[in-house]
């Protein structure tokens, strides 16, 4: 299988992977440690990137252009 290039470089994949993973963690920290209700922006951040991660898979699953205009 031919791998496309994404939206995101390696190294920017692995930080949209680790931004995800620190917001979704501390969105439950905050709510159990917060009275008010801002540990939703964290989980709306995690949410954000996690469409950027699955944007970037897709991209990288598409043939290339150059391979679809010859079938």
């Known amino acids: 299988m031919h791998q496309g290039s994404g939206i995101l470089s390696t190294r920017q994949r692995r930080l949209a992977w680790l931004g995800f993973l620190l917001a979704a963690l501390q969105a439950p920290v905050s ?6 209700d ?3 922006f964290s ?3 995690a949410l954000m990137v996690a469409t950027v991660i699955i944007a ?3 991209a990288r ?3 290339p252009a ?6």
């Open 43 to 45: 989980l709306c951040v």
């Open 56 to 58: 970037d898979d897709a």
């Open 66 to 71: 150059d391979a679809r205009s010859m079938d």
């Open 31 to 36: 709510a159990k440690l917060v009275s008010d």
């Open 61 to 63: 699953r598409r043939p």
């Open 38 to 40: 801002s540990w939703l």
